[in-house]
Structure formats: structure tokens, C-alpha cells
Nanobody
Framework: QLQLVESGGGLVQPGGSLVLSCAASGRTLDHFAIGWFRQAPGKERERVSCISNSGGSTNYADSVKGRFTISRDNAKNTVYLQMNNLKPEDTAVYYC?????????????WGKGTLVTVSS
């Protein structure tokens, strides 16, 4: 069984930066596409970003494009989300998820989330 654990969340001011990490155990990540999702209170879960198993393809929600960067280090079995120029509307619980289909449209394994709060 693949387990995913997110870390790196916290409180930051608008315009600040955070790096989230998704560490895997139980299986290696090299054949999984990995996505970052987020859910704010009272809102639907939304797909933030996805990276292919090789790292050769990435995609982003329009709301974060140009500000967030997804990357992976398969040797460390870890995926990252670099978040820059954070806005209050980025406040949410962030989850990483893994699946074997493209574009992270079907994800079978989920972490428990890490909270990001953007506030002055």
C-alpha cells in the first residue's frame, strides 16, 4: 500500500512563499502521476497541479499558474509544491494524491493534508 504524507504548511503573509512536500512510503512513486489538490472551508476540492510520472509534463489551475511550481525527486520518493506570491484565497488544506492515469484525473492514494493559511 502506498502512503502519502504532506508537510510544510503554516501561516504566511500575503506575498509570501511556502514549499509543500509529499513524502511517499510503501511503494516508489516513479510510475505514478502526482497531483496537488486543495479544499477551503465550504468549498469543493479543486485540482491545483499535476506532474507526470517522469516529471516531463506539468499542469496548473489557472488561479495558480505562474505562482506555483510542482516538481518531483523520484530518488527521494518525494513531490514538492513551491508556492510564491501567496494570496488569501490560497488558504486551504492541501492534499497530495497519486494515480496511474494521466492528468491526475483518477487518484487512488491520498495524504491527510496540510493546512496553508495566508493572512496578514
Amino acid at each position: 500500500q502506498l502512503q502519502l504524507v504532506e508537510s510544510g504548511g503554516g501561516l504566511v503573509q500575503p506575498g509570501g512563499s511556502l514549499v509543500l512536500s509529499c513524502a511517499a512510503s510503501g511503494r516508489t512513486l516513479d510510475h505514478f502521476a502526482i497531483g496537488w489538490f486543495r479544499q477551503a472551508p465550504g468549498k469543493e476540492r479543486e485540482r491545483v497541479s499535476c506532474i507526470s510520472n517522469s516529471g516531463g509534463s506539468t499542469n496548473y489551475a489557472d488561479s495558480v499558474k505562474g505562482r506555483f511550481t510542482i516538481s518531483r525527486d523520484n530518488a527521494k520518493n518525494t513531490v514538492y509544491l513551491q508556492m510564491n506570491n501567496l494570496k488569501p484565497e490560497d488558504t486551504a488544506v492541501y492534499y497530495c494524491a497519486a494515480g496511474t492515469l494521466p492528468l491526475c484525473l483518477l487518484t487512488n492514494y491520498w495524504g491527510k493534508g496540510t493546512l496553508v493559511t495566508v493572512s496578514s
